[in-house]
């Protein structure tokens, strides 16, 4: 067990209070994540405010900034950072609604035109061995949409109207996998100054996402796509 000290960015939106890292020390053991972290102090502090569900990694809601960071609370245990002070603070770029919470409308604004299905229909398991009331386990896509590459861009930092990682990495799997749909639309779409050709390509957004999707290389995939011509003849691939 080890004593650790957490300073955590408390803020309301419109109250009089201006913000304020308040500090905790905390004992921890190896296994202990942020989020346990968070979910102990709030027993003694019901004010504090953070997103999470289902503690595993899988549902993309409790991003935030640890050591200036974007990391799954969840999936980041405090041992691991191999420090004595953690800084938690919310994601970069995108409303505050309260504490550590952001309002994702913003990333879902620019992320639903793209239409992007749940499931790839390239990645199916067949060799995997269900149990027979399954039948057979799906695929479904990498993003879960946590929206930690937008606040890692830097772009999206400077130009609010910049379609973002999460959206043009949707975009380019719509353009690999289009399981129905118009993929010269979807080009069109990105082949804009505010789309793929806005990266700076610096891949900060690549580095932080926690499920391997590879925005920044999938941009750079719009790129290729976008010069060759390849798919706006016909979608065919
Ligand atoms: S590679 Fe492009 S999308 Fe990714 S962080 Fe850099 S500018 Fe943003
Ligand atoms: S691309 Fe990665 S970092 Fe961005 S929203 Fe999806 S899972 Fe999160
Ligand atoms: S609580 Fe679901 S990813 Fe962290």
């Known amino acids: 067990m080890a004593e650790v000290t957490f ?3 408390r803020y309301k939106p419109g109250a009089i209070d201006p913000p304020r890292y308040d500090t905790y020390r905390v004992s921890i053991e190896p296994h202990t994540t942020v989020l346990d972290v968070l979910e102990h102090l709030r027993l003694d502090d019901p004010t504090l405010t953070y997103r999470h569900s289902c503690h595993h990694g ?6 935030m900034l640890v050591n200036g960071k974007e990391v799954l609370a969840c999936v980041t245990r405090v041992a691991d950072l191999k420090t004595d002070t953690v800084v938690i603070e919310p994601l970069r770029h995108q409303p505050l609604i309260s504490d550590l919470v952001v309002d994702m409308t913003p990333f879902f604004e620019k992320y639903e035109p793209v239409g992007m299905p ?14 027979e009331e399954v ?3 799906t695929r479904f896509e990498n993003c879960l949409e946590c929206g930690l590459c937008l606040s890692a861009c830097p772009v999206v930092g400077s130009d609010p109207d910049y379609l973002g990682p999460a959206a043009l990495a949707a975009a380019a799997r719509v353009v690999q996998e289009p399981r129905g749909q118009d993929v010269p639309t979807v080009l069109a779409m990105v082949d804009t ?5 806005r990266c700076h ?5 690549s580095e932080v996402c926690p499920n391997d ?5 999938l941009i750079m995939f719009l790129r290729r796509e976008l010069l ?7 979608g065919k691939r």
């Open 58 to 63: 899988s549902c993309g809601t409790c991003g």
């Open 118 to 131: 749940y499931i790839r229909e390239s990645e199916y398991l067949p060799h995997s061995q269900p149990p």
């Open 135 to 137: 039948g057979a386990y």
């Open 201 to 205: 390509a610096a891949m900060e957004c």
């Open 213 to 217: 999707v590879d925005p920044g290389g």
């Open 193 to 197: 100054e505010e789309g793929c050709w």
């Open 228 to 234: 060759t011509g390849t798919s706006r003849s016909g």
């Open 7 to 9: 300073k955590i960015y």
